[in-house]
């Protein structure tokens, strides 16, 4: 809604509003949390004294640089003069049903009936640089997306220094913030902590969005929880390098910018054209950290990955990377897809090792970037072999088997027919030395024969067999870089081979995938329904990963595979059951082993633990989930999963440690119809209220148990 040049986004319980300042052209935030209505009361500097002014005193929507806010500012551009001044003023706006596309980047979708999109335009007369700023509210899921095209209007060059998607001022002093930091195998760990005076910063520069820092900030008040208090979720759709600051300023406001990593920008912008920043979406939860997630889970799911997959027909797949690494050939590749039949997975996925003729993937070491098979595995091409497993029958079931490929295009091994015919394909600067990671250097997706050559290697293997399912891997960051706009350029050629490939192919189920979680973010779920959530199998740790990795990310993108024991990266032995109990609460689970090693105990279990996965899937993929404690703060983690239309629930406990001589612990549910009657375990029968507020007992002994717990409403 727009009165005058007042600006008002309301969704169910969220309003979003800014105003023009008539004297300046500037605009000034009023409000970003709980709905408000009618009139507000404007918010007044006072007199204004000292060093700080007027513009550094206010709530500003676009903050620019160089006039008087000494608060980091959203956008710097240096002019050919070289200044790096703006005075970007409103100028006009337009207000569209629904949400036009973003130029070549990942976006939400939506129809006119969810979305509706407000344009500002803002211009600055001395440049003529203009500025528009896209304001996107679905109002059912209390987001506002936000994105902004700055255009050249001039006559010369200008470098955009930097871009930030998402800026606004919260007018709280005392707020915390939270993000998911990691490493590899250690990925989503939740981070809490004040935020203090000046700036508090996090992001990747490591050219995608890495396990480091995830694209992701909650704000909240202090004393919010996972059921109570504000909270407030920043997540941005993009993959490549990208920046997080929260300053509290003089004046105790707290700004928040979310978008492109300066250091990774310094984009020249020639007379005429247009930047596209990446969106940030923005939820707005007054129920805590539990509700900001569950609008962000349901808005990516409905509006932003596009699969046909992203909520329905997940099959239970065994991938060959912990069973057999680099180690088979077309006989025992076979074997452990019959295996994986006689257990009842119903897809399975060759990981790593099948290609390179000249060089072939035997190790790391060799043969990235020649998609071919490797013909002394497999002579006859992968067809015949994929006929074998296709026909298959997964036990108990008439399913045919689905067949799986793992590829990693981006990359090139140097030892491979690839890189000796195209060297300058990869990323490097002039003279300094390719530096390798894993063996391997990236291919520069910014170029478009790099581009053409992805898709049509990855077509040509599509087409050469009936493969219904690629894992798409990425092993290391961008080192060299030819400039440091190069990230952003890639990013857009990458999006561009995502777009034609998941488009040409849309039955098949793509899965990302940067060694485990190194590229879990809104970007890559655009196009990737679901995604390997980490390298780290362990289920306690899983625990932890997955949880952190569902502050932002729906349940239903999670990979998550029940391996062997002891933990290739740990070296834990946990029950089969305890294993199989954390896989299944993400959305694609399957198996990571090879069942012919498995002790025959563990082996006889696969085919339930398979049986209940896929009982569970539906409600895990399409339902509202619930984190009733978490690992970090307690012994007995669980969730909680309701269906869409409420009529079903799942329920996961775990007990992390025995606790000798202590009471059984009593799990309190949450999100249930009060005085709605549930069966639970297809036994007695409690109403909600009983449930959440005086809730269920688990019997556990001794450590590492684990419970799953059906629900059926009445
Ligand atoms: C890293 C992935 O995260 C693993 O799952 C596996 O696919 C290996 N790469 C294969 O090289």
Not at 165 to 173: A, K, N, Q, Y
């Amino acid at each position: 809604m727009a009165d005058g040049t007042s600006f008002a986004l309301n969704g169910k319980t969220v309003s979003y509003r800014f105003h023009v300042d008539n004297t300046t052209g500037d605009l000034y935030g009023d409000h970003f949390g709980g709905s408000v209505t009618g009139d507000i009361p404007l918010e007044s500097v006072g007199d204004v004294n000292g060093w700080v002014g007027t513009p550094g005193r206010v709530r500003r929507e676009f903050p620019d640089q160089g006039r008087g806010d000494f608060r980091i500012p959203a956008i710097r551009i240096r002019q050919s003069e070289g200044y790096t001044v703006s005075d970007l003023q409103y100028k006009s706006h337009e207000i569209i049903a629904g949400k036009p596309a973003l130029s070549g980047l990942p976006a939400t979708t939506g129809s006119k009936e969810d979305v509706s999109t407000l344009v500002v335009h803002l211009y600055d007369k001395y440049s003529d640089v203009s500025a528009d700023l896209s304001y996107s509210i679905f109002p059912n899921y209390d987001a506002i997306v936000r994105s902004v095209n700055v255009t050249n209007h001039g006559t010369a060059n200008i470098t955009i220094e930097s871009l930030a998607s998402l800026s606004v001022d919260l007018p709280f002093e005392d707020l915390e913030m939270i993000s998911l930091r990691g490493d590899w195998a250690r990925e989503a760990h939740r981070e809490r902590r004040k935020v203090e005076y000046g700036i508090q910063s996090f992001g990747s520069a490591t050219g995608y969005s890495s396990h480091l820092h995830n694209p992701f900030l909650a704000l909240v008040e202090p004393s919010a929880t996972e059921s109570h208090g504000e909270a407030w979720g920043f997540s941005l759709v993009y993959t490549g390098s990208f920046s997080i600051d929260v300053e509290k300023g003089s004046q105790g406001f707290t700004r928040a910018l979310v978008g492109f990593n300066p250091g990774h920008l310094s984009w020249n912008l020639p007379p005429g054209e247009t930047l596209t920043s990446p969106e940030c979406v923005s939820v707005y939860s007054k129920d805590g950290i539990g509700g900001m997630s569950r609008s962000l889970h349901s808005l990516y799911r409905k509006h932003l990955i596009k699969s046909k997959f992203a909520t329905s027909d997940r099959p239970a797949l065994l991938n060959s990377w912990e069973g057999l690494s680099f180690d088979y050939n077309e006989t025992s590749i076979y074997n452990l897809a019959n295996e994986a039949a006689e257990v009842g997975a119903k897809l399975f996925v060759m990981d790593d090792g099948w290609f390179g003729e000249k060089y072939p993937r035997t190790s790391d070491e060799q043969g990235l970037g020649d998609w071919v098979p490797n013909p002394d595995r497999f002579p006859n091409g992968l067809e015949p072999m994929v006929k074998n497993i296709t026909g298959l029958k997964a036990a108990n079931s008439s399913t045919n088997m689905r067949f799986g490929i793992w590829v990693e295009p981006e990359m090139v091994n140097p030892n491979s027919t690839l890189y000796n015919e195209h060297p300058d394909w990869v990323l490097h600067a002039g003279p300094y030395p390719r530096t390798e990671r894993r063996n391997q250097l990236v291919l520069n997706l910014a170029l478009p024969e790099v581009q053409e050559f992805i898709i049509k290697s990855i077509s040509d293997i599509l087409s050469s067999a009936d493969i219904t399912y690629v894992k798409w891997d990425n092993n290391r960051g961008m080192h060299e870089m030819p400039s440091p706009a190069t990230d952003h350029a890639y990013m857009l050629g990458m999006y561009h081979v995502f777009d034609t490939l998941t488009s040409k192919f849309p039955d098949v189920l793509w899965e990302g995938c940067a060694s485990g979680g190194g590229r879990f973010d809104p970007g890559v779920l655009q196009y990737f329904p679901q995604i390997w959530t980490s390298d780290d199998t362990d289920a306690v740790q899983r625990i932890t990963i997955q949880l952190g990795t569902s502050l932002a990310y729906p349940p239903s993108a999670m990979g998550a595979h029940l391996s062997a024991v002891p933990n290739q990266q740990t070296g834990r032995t946990i029950s089969v059951a305890f294993r199989g109990h954390v896989a299944m609460m993400g959305g694609s689970f399957g198996l990571e082993l090879d069942p012919a090693e498995m002790p025959a105990d563990d082996k006889a279990a696969l085919p339930g633990l398979i049986a209940l996965a896929e009982k569970v899937n539906p409600i895990v993929l399409t339902g509202e989930m619930w984190r009733l404690n978490l690992p970090e703060d307690s012994n007995w983690p669980a969730v909680l999963f309701i269906s869409e239309n409420g009529q079903q629930a799942v329920l996961f406990v775990f007990q992390l440690s025995a606790n000798i001589d202590h009471s059984w612990p009593r799990i309190r549910l949450q999100g249930l119809d009060a005085k709605a009657s549930y069966k639970v375990d297809g036994n007695a029968s409690y109403t909600g209220a009983t449930l959440m507020n005086l809730g269920l007992q688990f019997p556990f002994d001794g450590d590492l148990g684990s419970q799953v717990v059906m629900l059926e409403k009445q």
